[in-house]
């Protein structure tokens, strides 16, 4: 079953725009990561905000976490078009700690124009 | 490091074959995840290892799939018999047990005709 829904299912910015998404989930987590997936490619970890955070910044993404709410967003500042793939977020287990059991949202496809 | 591989990256079969797909993890890697992606349900964890020992289970959609981890470089992700439902890209991953960060390899690409 998914733990994270990500919101929207897709997104299309012009270049150097900001994207924001974001994501739901339903238990209780240790933490929340992001990871990002080129078309025909695997997911790559972009960040991850443990459930004691309540912002965090790499680069240009800038992840906050609002446990009350259960829910996060992604920020991807001056947006380029090399940013154009799809976006999950991904929540570890409670009990887990580690990268144990990892379960997805469906993702937001992200699409910069040129 | 290479990073983790799976093969082969695509394979056609016939309805009713078996299929096995392999995936060797990222070395030092103790944690080994199979996951499955498809348009309608997204990315579903199917089984995942600690130490080669599976440790749940109750993604795998039947009975017709089976995984096994020989060892800590290699494990294997079986379908028989294969229906058309199972066509999606399949997914290994690997991480450092505790750690917090899955590496992904590429995937394989099944197509049950």
């Known amino acids: 079953s998914q733990q994270g829904e990500e919101d929207p299912q897709a997104l299309s910015i012009q270049e150097g725009e900001n994207a924001t998404m974001n994501c739901s989930y339903k238990?209780?987590?240790?933490?929340l990561q992001w990871y990002r997936q080129n078309s025909g490619r695997g997911l790559v970890h972009l960040i991850l905000i443990r459930s004691n955070e309540r912002e965090k910044h790499s680069g240009r993404l800038r992840v906050t976490l609002d446990t009350s709410k259960k829910s996060s967003s992604l920020l991807i500042t001056a947006s380029r078009a090399a940013d154009t793939a799809s976006y999950f977020c991904a929540t570890g287990a409670l009990s887990g700690g580690g990268a144990d059991g990892l379960t997805f949202g469906k993702g937001t496809h992200l699409i910069i124009q040129p | 490091d290479a990073g983790v591989i799976q093969s082969p990256r695509h394979e056609v079969t016939e309805m009713g074959q078996e299929v096995t797909l392999r995936c060797k993890p990222i070395?030092?890697?103790?944690?080994l995840f199979w996951y499955r992606q498809t348009m309608m349900r997204g990315l579903e964890l199917l089984i995942y290892?600690?130490?080669?020992?599976?440790?749940?289970d109750s993604g795998m959609p039947e009975d017709r799939f089976s995984a096994k981890m020989p060892n800590a470089s290699f494990s294997t992700l079986k379908i028989q018999p294969s229906e058309p439902r199972d066509s999606a890209v399949y997914f290994c991953a690997s991480s450092t047990q505790g750690s917090t960060e899955a590496f992904f390899g590429q995937g394989t690409r099944l197509t049950v005709v």
């Open positions: 290892f600690n130490n080669n020992v599976p440790i749940d």
């Open positions: 070395s030092g890697h103790n944690s």
């Open positions: 238990t209780s987590i240790n933490n």
